[in-house]
């Protein structure tokens, strides 16, 4: 009984962090949010799908004049928009149109 009672414990711990690992896109992207598009506008605080975060275009900032991205960060380009986003989870942290 004792054992039972463990293991019933155990698995009570263990489950919680499963559900929360599957995400918007069936849980093979955790933290990733589902895919708009590439037709979609970001906004700041928005997250990127990770196929939207593929799918855009890796920006050199410096040739585009935008501020240097902060470690964890880069510069991408969708739909006529700059978009700053984590590389670990596509968190948008800064939108510019395009010039």
Partial sequence: ???FLIAAAALSLIAPSVALAADHDG??????????GAGHSFHHGD?????????????DYRQHHLRRP?????????????IMAAV???LVASVILGR
């Fill in 1 to 3: 009984m004792n054992k």
């Fill in 27 to 36: 849980g093979q992207h955790p933290g990733w949010a589902a895919d708009q």
């Fill in 47 to 59: 997250r990127m799908g990770y196929n939207d975060w593929n799918s855009a275009q890796p920006v």
């Fill in 70 to 82: 902060p470690n964890g960060y880069e510069w991408r380009q969708s739909n006529g928009q700059f």
């Fill in 88 to 90: 670990a989870t596509g």
